[in-house]
């Protein structure tokens, strides 16, 4: 049986790229489309072919264990409806874009819905685990350096509130010597962001124990496949994989992640009487109501505002 390929896919691409898309939005392009492509193969179904029938089955495969990934593996757990809805919508960008180079469609782009998305009350750890977790590195890593690298990223991310892309992609040159860091994030839209006294403490003594090494990246790998190359960054997977392996030493029982750090910042300082449209600047959101979704999920927030204001408090 000879594999399906989707038409013009590598011009989809090109046409992100040529429109400013960064590499990593690329990236996750094309590992979506896989994803649908390699469904196409297991129900030996032509692109052309495609009906709001097979938008339905692919729908529910996107929900099923049977999920393969792009590299046909067997699904590991089950996807969430936001995963889902990017999943889709890159799908539907992706008919919209046949569309418009004229290439006939199966559907059309708007016969792709959207699933509903579960609403979770989003949990963030206490000030105290937060801390736990940032000075984890000096309590459970042997090698000085990894204290000193680590230590200092994790510092970083919360002192920032910056994405790990960020973080990873960071060069010295980003910093000056206040502490304010200038960053071209997501959609390639351009901040700045602030260390405090204490992340920039932390920094300066890893940088110490950095040297002059020749990379124009600021945290660099010590071991693996990107040890030792010049324009190798350290993998997202790794830091993920190391604050995970922290939280479980620790025996905390909130699931802090990597974007966790993100969502703590934006929280306590929130709960600190914090400007929505300052938190919004510092986090690089495009909309206010994505950032003040952060000051709604404080419950320490909401608990000192209903005491406050409620008319019978007394």
């Given at each position: 049986m000879a594999k399906?390929?989707?038409?013009?896919?590598?011009?989809f691409l090109l046409n992100l790229q040529t429109n400013n898309y960064s590499q990593e939005t690329l990236y996750n392009y094309e590992r979506d489309l896989e994803v649908f492509q390699e469904f196409l193969n297991g129900i030996d179904i032509e692109f052309s072919k495609v009906d709001k029938k097979t938008l339905l089955n692919y729908k529910a495969y996107l929900f099923s264990l049977d999920r393969k990934t792009p590299k046909a593996h067997a699904g590991k757990h089950k996807l969430a409806s936001f995963s889902i809805n990017r999943m889709l919508s890159v799908l539907r960008s992706y008919l919209k874009f046949l569309i418009?180079?004229?290439?006939p469609t199966p559907v059309a782009p708007n016969a792709i819905e959207l699933v509903r998305t579960e609403k979770k009350h989003p949990r963030v750890g206490e000030f105290e685990q937060i801390v736990q977790l940032i000075t984890a590195p000096n309590k459970f890593e042997k090698n000085s350096y990894v204290v000193l690298r680590n230590r200092a990223m994790l510092e970083t991310l919360f002192a920032t509130g910056m994405r790990i892309s960020?973080?990873?992609?960071?060069?010295?040159?980003?910093i000056d010597n206040t502490g304010r860091i200038f960053i071209r994030g997501k959609g390639k839209k351009e901040r700045f962001v602030y260390l405090t006294e204490r992340a920039s403490k932390h920094l300066k003594e890893y940088l110490e124990?950095?040297?002059?090494?020749?990379s124009p990246y600021l945290f660099l790998p010590l071991r693996g496949k990107n040890a030792g190359h010049k324009d190798k960054k350290i993998s997202p997977n790794y830091v993920e994989a190391k604050v995970k392996q922290y939280r479980e030493l620790l025996g905390l029982n909130?699931?802090?992640?990597?974007?966790?750090?993100r969502h703590a910042f934006a929280t306590y300082?929130?709960?600190?009487?914090a400007n929505p449209a300052a938190i919004q600047i510092l986090l690089g959101h495009e909309s206010l109501a994505t950032t003040t979704r952060y000051v709604n999920a404080s419950d320490k927030y909401a608990e000192r505002i209903h005491h406050q204001?409620?008319?019978l408090k007394e």
């Open positions: 399906i390929a989707l038409p013009y896919l590598d011009d418009k180079i004229d290439y960020e973080l990873l992609s960071l060069k010295k040159d980003q124990a950095r040297g002059l090494a020749d909130i699931p802090i992640t990597v974007h966790g750090l300082l929130a709960e600190s009487g204001f409620h008319p």
